[in-house]
Nanobody, 124 residues
Framework: QVQLVESGGGLVQAGGSLRLSCAAS????????VAWFRQGPGKEREFVAT????????DYADSVKGRFTISRDNAKNTVFLQMDSLRPEDTAVYYC?????????????????WGQGTQVTVSS
């Protein structure tokens, strides 16, 4: 089992920045990749960004490219999501997810482990 705990959410004005953290524990050696998903009010959950656990390969949703940066600190078993130039439409609960197998990185069903989520609210 892998446990994931997110932190760093909050309220910020449009144009501001936040950094989310996802701390992993348990069988972290089994992690293949970690991703961030989000679910806004009245919306379906959507993929935000992903990073491979060992190689550091990254991928982003078009809506956040150039504004968000995903990174990892393997020594601390932590993944970060730096969010800059935030917009009101970025308001959502952000979830950290980990998968231990290959598969479509954009599909939440391919991720076996999920955190509890952290709220990000961007005011206009």
């Amino acid at each position: 089992q892998v446990q994931l705990v997110e932190s760093g959410g909050g309220l910020v004005q449009a144009g501001g920045s936040l950094r989310l953290s996802c701390a992993a524990s348990g069988r972290t050696f089994s992690i293949y990749a970690v991703a961030w998903f989000r679910q806004g009010p009245g919306k379906e959950r959507e993929f935000v960004a992903t990073i491979s656990w060992n190689g550091g390969n990254t991928d982003y949703a078009d809506s956040v490219k150039g504004r968000f940066t995903i990174s990892r600190d393997n020594a601390k078993n932590t993944v970060f999501l730096q969010m800059d130039s935030l917009r009101p439409e970025d308001t959502a609960v952000y979830y950290c997810a980990a998968r231990n197998r290959l598969g479509n990185v954009y599909v939440g069903a391919n991720y076996a482990y999920w955190g509890q989520g952290t709220q990000v609210t961007v005011s206009s």
